[in-house]
């Protein structure tokens, strides 16, 4: 007997990316950054005073807020924080979806939104991305009376960019929010973030864990009209974003030249990195983001297995469409070199 309620026992939960300590892997399964935040988070951490410590942080993360606001051109009171975009994803769910209302989400996508969705006991409506990971004209027809419909863009775990015309009628027509999930963005051409001022029920959020080197911060920011901001803030825990990560996260955010020039260098290394897959016999979906979706020649569940052996960590999901794909981080230009060397030697085996 479980003690739990109904819908988490029969749940398996979210299984994120390994972060193993058995030995030092080459790291390529997470999306994390291979290069280190900006100096001005170390200046900032060393100038902390931890006896402030003792007390709460302020509640609304203001000051990431206002560098927010100055950074992307948004009043405060469009922006809301989150201990991670994801904690921003199961506000979204508190405050949008009833239990026993539906979820609608694209597939394949990120795989924590099917589980959002059991963990508030509602229903799941997957909106199928198309051949090429498009959304179908007709999605907000397809998410019909979902009062919540999250799409990431850049898509995760393909890596492309949805087409933005679509996304735009979609707004338009979806009588519920529409949350654009932007957390690879940085490495993309273009942004959805003007379609938060254009529409009242659009959301987008991003986070610092990947462009901005701070995933073991846990910092993330959603953008909306300050009605949607409103609803969200009644939903959060008092004091989601601690001082320590207030203090850090801002100085992150106010030197956003640093992170661009990051993001700059791993789009090249990316690009380089699908050159040599594809002369592998890979086939790869376009990139628009910090990872790469590769279909190898051979079968992509065992490679993955090999790759771990040889001590290179790629994502493998065992999931509908995406079974045959490897995805795999952009990590430094020398990680990628030699991992793309282990490859084809896996490949000639
Ligand atoms: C599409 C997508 N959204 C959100 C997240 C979560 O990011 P965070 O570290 O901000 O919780 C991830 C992390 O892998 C992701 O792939």
Redesign the pocket.
């Given at each position: 007997m479980s003690y739990a309620r109904e819908c988490i026992g029969r749940i398996a939960g979210y299984v994120p990316?390994e972060q193993p300590q058995d030995r030092k892997y080459v790291k390529l399964n997470?999306?994390e950054n291979p290069y280190p935040p900006s100096p001005a988070v170390g200046a900032a951490l060393r100038e902390f005073d931890w006896t402030r410590l003792r007390l709460y942080p302020e509640p609304s993360a203001l000051m990431v807020r206002k560098a927010v606001g100055d950074v992307y051109g948004f009043e405060p009171d469009w922006v809301i924080c989150?201990?991670?975009?994801?904690?921003?994803?199961t506000i979204a769910m508190r405050t949008f979806v009833d239990q026993g209302a539906v979820l609608a989400y694209s597939e394949p996508?990120?795989s924590?939104y099917p589980v959002l969705a059991d963990l508030q006991g509602a229903g799941h409506r997957a909106v199928a991305l198309d051949d090429s990971f498009q959304l179908p004209e007709n999605a907000a027809e397809l998410a019909g009376d979902a009062p919540l419909f999250i799409v990431?863009n850049p898509?995760?775990?393909t890596g492309n960019l949805l087409d933005k015309a679509t996304l735009r009628k979609i707004a338009s027509e979806f009588k519920g929010v529409l949350w654009i999930?932007e957390?690879?963005v940085d490495f993309a051409d273009e942004s959805c973030l003007e379609l938060c001022k254009e529409f009242k029920n659009v959301v987008v959020?991003r986070?610092?864990?990947?462009s901005f080197s701070l995933?073991g911060l846990?910092?993330?920011y959603a953008v909306a009209s300050p009605e949607l901001i409103f609803e969200m803030n009644k939903v959060k825990d008092s004091y989601n974003i601690d001082m320590l990560t207030q203090v850090l996260g801002t100085a992150a955010l106010r030197d956003v030249a640093y992170m661009e020039e990051n993001a700059k260098r791993i789009r090249a290394t990316r690009e380089a990195t699908i050159s040599s897959l594809k002369r592998l016999g890979c086939e790869i979906e376009p990139s628009a983001s910090n990872f790469i979706f590769a279909r190898p020649p051979k079968a992509a569940e065992d490679l993955f297995h090999r790759l771990k052996a040889r001590g290179y960590l790629v994502r493998y999901f065992k999931l509908p469409r995406v079974s045959d794909y490897l995805r795999i981080t952009v990590g430094t230009s020398e990680d990628m070199e030699s991992f793309v060397g282990v490859f084809g030697e896996l490949l000639d085996e």
């Open positions: 990316g997470t999306n989150g201990n991670g975009s994801d904690d921003l994803l996508s990120y924590l990431a898509n995760a775990p999930d957390a690879y959020s986070t610092l864990s990947k995933a846990r910092l993330g």
